[in-house]
């Protein structure tokens, strides 16, 4: 069975500061992978996901993400962090002709200070 | 086009009662999914319905089931209420396909006395 870890619980950043969010993944095969954020009384919104092709991939707001196979990671990065991003940020794992059953990080806590 | 709709947003229930929570998906997608969200837990797959069928289903106690309808409305019943039952319920739909987006809704809050 798929698993995905998230090993920052919590991380705080400057405003205009640089972020990068860990997530490591376990599956056999080559999964789907996704970075939802959820904002303080709001369910999650997807920032992006990959599931084939190019490892770099663009989401909205900003952020990008890299799938590193041979690390079985998927970290999210934003070059200058807003203090609307403040949020927690969940990464999740799917798989590959599988129906709907994703798997989801224990989620990490920005908070951003100015 | 109408988000993700849950219905109630806040419950307080005692042990051993019972619940219903809905959820309406976005029109055209056949696909609900469920997840209790807890501090320090994550989210946590309960089950998946698709075209009134239930297709996954995560790792959860008997107590906790669901429907769907024809419409795609989606409804979860947990029974016999425990203390842990309390959590944030969220709800996602989507056109049924692992690589298509979830979309969420705002979940309802249940606590358990």
């Known amino acids: 069975a798929q698993s995905v870890t998230q090993p920052d619980i919590h991380i705080t950043v400057s405003e205009g500061a640089s972020l990068e969010l860990r997530c490591n993944y376990s599956?056999?095969?080559?999964?789907?992978l996704f970075w939802y954020v959820q904002s303080p009384g709001q369910g999650l919104q997807l920032l992006l996901k990959y599931f084939s092709g190019d490892t770099l991939v663009q989401g909205i707001k900003g952020f990008e993400a890299e799938f590193k196979r041979s690390q079985s990671s998927f970290n999210l990065r934003k070059p200058s962090v807003h203090w609307s991003d403040a949020a927690e940020y969940f990464c999740a794992v799917g798989v590959q002709g599988g129906y709907q059953k994703v798997t989801f990080g224990t989620g990490t806590k920005l908070q951003v200070i100015p | 086009k109408a988000g993700v709709t849950q219905t109630p947003r806040y419950l307080i229930k005692t042990r051993g009662q019972q619940v219903t929570l809905s959820c309406s998906p976005i029109s055209g997608h056949r696909s609900v999914s469920w997840y209790q969200q807890t501090p320090g837990q994550g989210l946590q797959f309960l089950f998946e319905y698709f075209s009134e069928t239930q297709r996954n289903k995560g790792n959860f106690p008997g107590r906790f089931s669901g429907r769907q309808f024809s419409n795609s409305r989606s409804e979860m019943n947990v029974s016999t209420l425990e203390l842990g039952d309390s959590a944030l319920y969220l709800c996602a739909s989507s056109s049924g396909q692992v690589r298509e987006e979830q979309f969420f809704g705002p979940g309802t809050r249940l606590t358990v006395l």
């Open positions: 599956y056999g095969a080559t999964p789907y």
